[in-house]
């Protein structure tokens, strides 16, 4: 039976299929589906439920590798069979999170044998082109209707981004296929997780830390991670989620707009990172001797600091942040400093159908970079060059000059030509505009789909081994990675 079908008319189908059996059992019809179909009784129950027509032909069959508990940056092996050969057709996606919808939509002609290989296959049109197994995902758009700047963002991280992928005849436009939704010729529904099964979640309220700690599963020790992310505030889980899925424990830490955190950035003070350091290197179940710390935007500034201030930060992953502290002061209590923030200039933002272009609001000097080279850290710096928000390409070139020559191996760079500011784990659609509460504003991020896709798969694996690498991962849950 149709999925779509299926998940349209739900229990008035399943009368349907009563029916369908109980007139089977007083032979009136014979035990095919499309014989059922022309039946009277059953013909007035699909005409009053809204179904005007059923196809009665061999539905095409999808085949989704590997099979089990998909996690998202999993690459999966899409392949249809069962379709008319040599003929045009389109596979659609379609996900809803909390209300937000997103769309996707790419043309393939089916080869002589009736199938279509999303691996191995070229899209010749659509929202993307070329050969990309996982294009029908990174490829999203946010359906029309809805309100501007809608991010596709994971929050409940016990249940899926549930995808529902169909086929249909002939080349559509995303416009066409909503138009024609129950006219799929067949589909599938895809479930794929930010958390693993055994994964642990510990709710963090130690003295004035907030936050979730996940735990891999197994009794550990593992490698601790810190995971933090930007201005927009609260707690982001979906990383730290995915790491310890990976194997690697991962504490995500908010630091203000959250619980009784400030409530102000200019409130922020680095001790309660520093305090978050020894929290996590004081549990049983963390290998001892250092941890990672993993930020994007204003929280790879913040991770730049642990790493420059902190010897137990061994690696830091920094995400199109800068090496400075950007618009306000960050107080040191305990050592009894400042570092002092590069001041927000309104005259360097720029306009974009009244959307914020913020790059030009920093200007930075060679004496505001962090003296990340005095440590002994290693970090790897991920910056998309189309980066709308921060100025991270010059800013890490500057920082790279500062380096001493048997220092420089320290500073890893992956510089990504199109990519934009939100670089997330794999297989997540470009973020290139939304709404930022905590400024009130929409602000462009910039990217292009495809390069931005590429800059994701390739630096999650770079950030992966990082982690494994320098802090000694426990193996006892990487066999399957």
Not at 30 to 38: A, D, G, H, I, P
Not at 339 to 350: R, S, T
Request: hydrophobic share 35%; aromatic share 8%; charged share 25%.
């Amino acid at each position: 039976m149709n999925v779509l079908l299926t998940r349209k008319y739900g229990s008035s189908l399943k009368l349907f299929q009563q029916i369908f059996k109980n007139l089977n059992k007083a032979k009136k019809v014979n035990s095919s589906f499309s014989t059922c179909c022309k039946h009277p009784r059953v013909n007035r129950l699909l005409i009053k439920v809204g179904v005007r027509h059923i196809s009665t032909d061999m539905a095409p069959v999808f085949t989704v590798s590997p099979k089990g508990h998909l996690l998202v940056d999993d690459k999966l092996h899409i392949k249809l069979t069962g379709l008319p050969k040599e003929k045009k057709v389109t596979v659609y996606g379609f996900l809803e999170e909390e209300g937000k919808k997103f769309e996707s939509n790419a043309w393939f002609e089916t080869k002589s044998d009736g199938t279509v290989d999303l691996q191995i296959d070229p899209s010749t049109g659509g929202t993307y082109t070329g050969v990309s197994p996982m294009g029908i995902f990174w490829s999203m758009v946010a359906c029309p209707g809805q309100l501007e700047g809608i991010r596709m963002m994971k929050k409940n991280m016990d249940t899926p981004f549930r995808t529902s992928v169909s086929v249909h005849d002939g080349h559509l436009n995303l416009g066409e296929v909503r138009v024609n939704s129950d006219g799929a010729l067949g589909s599938t529904l895809i479930d794929r997780y930010y958390k693993a099964p055994g994964v642990r979640v510990e709710e963090v309220t130690d003295g004035r830390l907030r936050g979730k700690l996940y735990l891999p599963p197994g009794p550990g020790p593992h490698s601790g991670v810190i995971d933090l992310f930007g201005t927009v505030g609260g707690i982001v889980e979906f990383r730290s989620a995915l790491l310890a899925s990976r194997g690697i424990a991962s504490f995500a830490l908010p630091y203000f707009l959250y619980k009784d955190l400030p409530q102000a950035l200019e409130d922020l003070d680095l001790d309660y990172f520093m305090e978050a350091i020894d929290w996590l290197l004081g549990r049983r179940d963390i290998i001892p001797g250092g941890v990672g710390v993993i930020g994007v935007s204003k929280g790879g500034d913040i991770a730049l600091m642990m790493g420059t201030y902190s010897p137990k930060v061994k690696c830091a992953v920094n995400i199109n942040g800068c090496p400075i502290a950007a618009m306000y002061d960050m107080k040191y209590k305990s050592r009894g400093e400042t570092i002092k923030a590069v001041p927000f200039n309104m005259d360097g933002l720029k306009y974009e159908d009244d959307k914020v272009i913020m790059k030009g609001s920093l200007d930075i000097k060679t004496e505001d970079i962090l003296p990340v080279w005095t440590s002994d850290v290693k970090t790897l710096h991920v910056l998309g060059e189309d980066d709308l928000c921060y100025p991270t390409v010059e800013c890490i070139k500057c920082l790279q000059s500062l380096y001493p020559r048997d220092k420089a191996h320290n500073c890893e760079v992956l510089s990504y030509p199109r990519a934009g500011h939100l670089i997330e784990p794999p297989y997540t659609p470009l973020c290139s505009v939304s709404y930022h509460k905590t400024f009130n504003l929409h602000f462009l991020w910039g990217g292009h789909p495809e390069e931005h896709a590429k800059a994701q798969e390739e630096s999650w694996s770079r950030i992966l081994n990082l982690f494994r690498t320098e802090l000694v991962c426990s193996s006892q849950h990487n066999a399957r990675l």
